[in-house]
């Protein structure tokens, strides 16, 4: 628990100073780099990279295969901040870890927020390596990162979430992914603590209550860029079927060769997506 708001504040502003004193391009856009978009990097133009565990108070990623960097660059000629290596609630990080580098990315300049996440498939029109941009979201997560005494420099109390994910980029996405032919639904993404998977009657429930799709992460950050209004896009890669007639036995193989199927399409779709924004 977050003992004061000022204690948070100076952390956040000392990791900010550390990173600009790195002479670091003022970044437009910030892109959390999850499940399927480990090849943007491959994209893009990088000027500088700083090791999390070299940033004052940036936690640092313990799953093994995320490499815990942050990267200063251009990407579609547009000047980004990409965070590869994300903190999982499941890991053990407190929901004010999860999102202290949201806040940084705040703070270096970023106008709006991309993100990517793994997802268990709900909704029956799903298939595995499909894509689903979310539209919208339903937080079972156990804790908000937004609780304790508001940080009132950020954004207001009751953080609105009329428009989690920003309608104009939702449109565009699906308008660029129908363009590059790559199999792209809309839809509720549930989000769940983990670290373990559902069970079946959990499924059921999830798609009872409107959910195309489920996983662990996401949502926080999100919650967290709402909070400082920036305007966000996220999407799932479908890894795995959890609807009635699909639903087995989940073989992690099976995952990561689904998230990497998706990965050459998902990365053209942010790469455009990215071209194409202005503010
Ligand atoms: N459930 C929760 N999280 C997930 C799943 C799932 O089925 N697949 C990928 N992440």
Same mark, same amino acid.
Do not use: W
């Given at each position: 628990?977050?003992?004061? !708001?000022g204690?948070?504040?100076e952390?956040?502003n000392?990791?900010?100073?550390?990173?600009? !004193?790195?002479?670091?391009?003022?970044?437009?856009y910030?892109?959390?780099?999850?499940?399927?978009?480990?090849?943007?990097?491959?994209?893009?133009?990088?000027?500088k990279?700083?090791?999390?565990?070299e940033?004052?108070?940036?936690?640092?990623?313990?799953?093994?295969?995320?490499s815990?960097?942050?990267?200063?660059?251009?990407l579609?000629?547009?000047?980004?901040?990409?965070?590869?290596g994300?903190?999982?609630?499941y890991?053990?990080?407190?929901?004010?870890?999860v999102t202290?580098?949201?806040?940084?990315?705040?703070?270096?300049?970023?106008?709006?927020?991309f993100?990517s996440?793994a997802a268990?498939?709900?909704?029956? !029109?799903?298939?595995?390596s499909?894509?689903?941009?979310?539209?919208?979201?339903?937080?079972?997560m156990?804790?908000?990162?937004?609780?304790?005494?508001n940080?009132?420099?950020?954004?207001?109390?009751?953080?609105?979430?009329?428009e989690?994910?920003d309608?104009?980029?939702?449109?565009?996405?699906?308008?660029?992914?129908?363009?590059l032919?790559?199999?792209?639904?809309?839809?509720?993404?549930?989000?769940?603590?983990?670290?373990?998977?559902?069970?079946?009657?959990e499924?059921?429930?999830?798609?009872?209550?409107?959910?195309?799709?489920?996983?662990?992460?996401?949502?926080?950050?999100?919650?967290?860029a709402?909070?400082?209004?920036?305007?966000?896009?996220?999407?799932?890669?479908?890894?795995?079927?959890?609807?009635p007639?699909a639903?087995?036995?989940i073989?992690?193989?099976?995952?990561?060769?689904?998230?990497?199927?998706?990965?050459?399409?998902?990365?053209?779709?942010?790469?455009?997506?990215?071209?194409?924004?202005?503010?």
């Amino acid at each position: 628990m977050e003992e004061v !708001s000022g204690n948070l504040i100076e952390k956040i502003n000392e990791a900010v100073d550390f990173i600009k !004193s790195h002479n670091v391009t003022s970044p437009r856009y910030g892109i959390v780099l999850g499940t399927g978009l480990g090849a943007l990097v491959n994209e893009m133009k990088i000027e500088k990279i700083i090791n999390y565990d070299e940033i004052p108070h940036f936690p640092v990623s313990t799953v093994e295969f995320h490499s815990g960097k942050l990267m200063f660059g251009r990407l579609a000629d547009k000047p980004v901040v990409v965070m590869q290596g994300r903190f999982h609630f499941y890991e053990g990080y407190s929901m004010k870890e999860v999102t202290f580098p949201i806040r940084v990315m705040k703070l270096l300049g970023i106008e709006k927020l991309f993100m990517s996440n793994a997802a268990g498939g709900l909704n029956e !029109s799903f298939n595995i390596s499909d894509l689903m941009i979310i539209n919208d979201h339903i937080n079972l997560m156990t804790q908000n990162p937004l609780t304790g005494k508001n940080l009132d420099e950020f954004g207001g109390r009751f953080t609105d979430m009329y428009e989690p994910y920003d309608f104009s980029m939702v449109h565009s996405g699906l308008k660029i992914a129908k363009e590059l032919g790559i199999q792209t639904h809309e839809g509720v993404y549930a989000a769940v603590p983990g670290p373990n998977l559902e069970t079946r009657a959990e499924y059921r429930y999830l798609s009872i209550i409107g959910a195309d799709a489920v996983g662990m992460s996401t949502v926080p950050e999100i919650i967290v860029a709402r909070h400082m209004e920036i305007p966000c896009f996220a999407v799932s890669v479908i890894t795995d079927l959890c609807y009635p007639s699909a639903v087995e036995k989940i073989d992690i193989q099976k995952i990561i060769a689904a998230a990497h199927k998706a990965e050459p399409g998902l990365t053209k779709l942010i790469t455009r997506l990215i071209g194409e924004q202005d503010s």
